[in-house]
């Protein structure tokens, strides 16, 4: 018995036939770039997330790019945000020239931790970017009223988080701005590369089209010198047709984390995330930590099994040697570090049978020498 770790070929299955048929329109009509698939997935999406606009992108890195772009972000300026997080976020700060101040996770949360940014504001802090990591969202509600009140954006990573509500609203509709990657495995997963950004902010929105589009958003007008990044319309059109079922498959995803958490709770050595219970995790990774060095040894145990697991991520962007300049020695983050060592994302995805995690579960307690 095998099990995949994530499964976008399964998904695509499910709309496989409504894709074709549209691609093939698509086909007929020649318009390649852009056009009307793109601007109905950017319609929907923000109905969806409830926000006056999304635009779409060629992936979620250029999405916090041109993000931290349309806000005027640059050289001489700070932009906080987690260590532990895809390199993506941090690479988005750096190419603006501005300077990526990092800081540590929560205990049990893995998420940003919010003291420690508000202690690391300083006169030059422009921007923060609490990332809603593994499908889990920072609660900002209150935090970005604060932030407001110190002239500070906050841009939401929402990669990992597409479709998780906290209070009544979507991730990517409480800061300035909302950063969405739909690459294959993401929640929302396009089958190719593909982003997008959300906002309530009018200008935010036609300065972040203009950024994507050559600094223009008509033909030949050129107002700044912008870029080429656009959500592609063959892209647009999964992305369309599956934006109907990511309530029902966060659902899906969550009823999986219950059964792991069921099955792994008491198993010794093996600590279980600690969320909310509620509908702000959409559970794009269900990460365990494994204690006492022996992380390493049960993903190679779990692999002889057929059972393909991750770890996201093996490096705290800090460790990294892309970003080992700016100077956080060892131990700079402890909690961020620590966990580097004993993370393992377990198979998730809306493939996935009951069956299938119980395996899982086995041959995790079986290994841990509970059973
Ligand atoms: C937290 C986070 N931010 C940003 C990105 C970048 O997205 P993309 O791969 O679409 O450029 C990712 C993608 O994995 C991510 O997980």
């Known amino acids: 018995m095998g099990?995949?770790?994530?499964?976008?070929?399964?998904?695509?299955?499910?709309?496989?036939?409504?894709?074709?048929q549209r691609f093939n329109e698509l086909c007929a009509h020649g318009v390649f770039v852009g056009g009307a698939p793109v601007k109905e997935f950017e319609k929907h999406f923000a109905s969806f997330l409830d926000v006056k606009?999304?635009?779409?992108v060629g992936n979620g890195t250029d999405a916090l790019f041109l993000a931290l772009k349309a806000l005027e972000i640059g050289k001489g300026d700070e932009v906080i945000t987690a260590t532990n997080t895809f390199i993506a976020t941090v690479e988005a700060i750096h190419h603006t020239g501005a300077t990526p101040v990092l800081v540590d996770c929560e205990r049990d949360s893995y998420l940003i931790d919010l003291d420690q940014v508000k202690a690391n504001v300083t006169s030059r802090t422009k921007a923060i970017i609490p990332v809603h990591l593994y499908g889990q969202m920072v609660d900002i509600d209150e935090f970005v009223q604060w932030a407001a009140d110190k002239g500070i954006f906050i841009v939401e990573d929402c990669a990992q988080a597409a479709?998780?509500?906290?209070?009544?609203?979507?991730?990517?509709?409480?800061?300035?701005?909302?950063?969405?990657?739909?690459?294959?495995d993401k929640n929302l997963g396009a089958i190719g590369d593909g982003g997008a950004i959300s906002s309530n902010h009018p200008e935010l929105l036609s300065g972040f089209r203009k950024l994507r589009n050559h600094g223009g958003e008509l033909k030949y007008i050129h107002e700044f010198p912008g870029f080429n990044s656009r959500l592609d319309p063959l892209q647009a059109l999964v992305l369309d047709l599956k934006l109907k079922y990511l309530n029902e498959w966060s659902e899906r995803r969550r009823e999986n984390?219950?059964?792991?958490?069921?099955?792994?709770?008491?198993v010794e050595g093996v600590i279980v995330p600690k969320h909310r219970g509620d509908e702000s995790h959409v559970f794009h990774l269900?990460?365990?930590?494994?204690?006492?060095?022996?992380?390493?040894?049960?993903?190679?145990?779990?692999?002889?099994?057929?059972?393909?697991?991750?770890?996201?991520?093996?490096?705290?962007v800090h460790q990294t040697p892309a970003f080992q300049h700016l100077g956080y020695g060892r131990g700079a983050f402890p909690v961020s570090e620590e966990y580097a060592q004993q993370i393992l994302s377990l198979p998730m995805s809306i493939?996935?049978?009951?069956?299938?995690?119980?395996?899982?579960?086995?041959e995790i307690r079986s290994y841990m020498g509970t059973n």
């Open 163 to 184: 479709g998780a509500h906290l209070n009544g609203k979507y991730a990517g509709s409480i800061g300035s701005i909302g950063c969405f990657s739909f690459y294959p």
């Open 286 to 316: 269900y990460v365990i930590r494994v204690e006492e060095d022996r992380r390493d040894a049960l993903k190679k145990h779990l692999q002889k099994k057929g059972i393909l697991t991750a770890i996201q991520y093996p490096t705290a």
């Open 257 to 266: 984390a219950g059964i792991y958490s069921e099955n792994l709770s008491n």
């Open 53 to 56: 606009g999304v635009a779409g």
């Open 3 to 20: 099990v995949l770790f994530s499964a976008p070929q399964y998904e695509f299955q499910l709309i496989r036939q409504e894709w074709e």
């Open 351 to 362: 493939a996935l049978s009951k069956a299938d995690i119980e395996y899982v579960c086995d």
